[in-house]
């Protein structure tokens, strides 16, 4: 596994979303999430692996463990090289959907949620009725633990949880962190940001960057510039 920048595809259409990747002239790993899968359908995918890109289709599953198994299999017919699950989904739901990925012998990394960035301390004690003994970073780890014992290849987290998530579960446990910022980038709705240099030295295996890349005024330039920092090149 090489450590990679992931560019959130965060387009309200394809047609935008394919001008603005055509520009790079090089093969990218690219995100694209519900807005744009929901719009456009699997054939969104299939122009972007046309390209040579490689994908991680974040569409966060969560049912009943029968229909993400069959849901999982109607991914797999895309050959993407990422999926992911709400890890509040249960052990049963994960392991199943992870098993069907290692039976089909395609080399997907599968990836659990653990909290929502958008949850809160206050959020997850008065209306998901988590314990007021476990704090939000005790349910994070404890999210990411079941995901490892259900088989899944790592979490989505914040930069920030990935040292007490690696010393949990072991270096090899894949953490993909978004909320990645340039000192000198608008942080927009983010809040607990981190930047792609700390990123690397607090120990994330890939960078989700969106609106620092995509509303860059050269986002080539700005791409490089990430991935470099990213990967400890400059
Ligand atoms: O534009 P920005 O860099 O904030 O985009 C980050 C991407 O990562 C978005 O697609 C957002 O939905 C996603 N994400 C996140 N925080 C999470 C999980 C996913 O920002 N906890």
């Known amino acids: 596994m090489d450590r990679d920048v992931i560019i959130a595809l965060d387009f309200e259409s394809g047609e935008k979303m394919i001008e603005f990747i055509d520009k790079f002239n090089r093969k990218l790993f690219v995100k694209v999430g519900m807005e744009l899968f929901y719009k456009e359908g699997p054939e969104i995918i299939k122009e972007l692996k046309k390209r040579g890109h490689k994908i991680f289709l974040d569409l966060k599953l969560h049912d009943i463990p029968n229909t993400v198994i069959r849901a999982t299999k109607s991914l797999l017919d895309l050959d993407v090289d990422i999926i992911n699950y709400h890890i509040a989904g249960g052990s049963k739901m994960l392991k199943e959907a992870s098993d069907q990925v290692k039976k089909s012998g395609k ?28 704090s939000l970073e005790e349910t994070v780890i ?20 990935v040292r007490g998530i690696k010393k949990e579960l072991g270096e090899d446990f894949i953490c993909v962190t978004p909320g990645i910022r340039l000192p000198s980038s608008k942080k927009d709705d983010q809040t ?24 860059a005024e050269d986002p080539l ?10 990967l400890g090149e400059e």
């Open 192 to 215: 607990r940001v981190v930047s792609p240099g700390g990123a690397r030295e607090l120990g994330s295996d890939y960078i989700v960057v969106g609106r620092p890349i995509t509303q």
């Open 142 to 161: 404890s999210y990411a633990k079941l995901a490892k014992e259900s088989g899944l290849s790592g979490v989505v987290c914040s930069a920030l949880e």
């Open 107 to 134: 080399d997907i990394l599968t990836l659990g949620i653990t909290m929502l960035t958008s949850s809160s301390e206050e959020m997850i004690h008065k209306e998901i009725l988590i314990d007021e003994n476990h």
């Open 221 to 230: 330039k700005a791409y490089e510039k990430i991935r470099k920092m990213f």
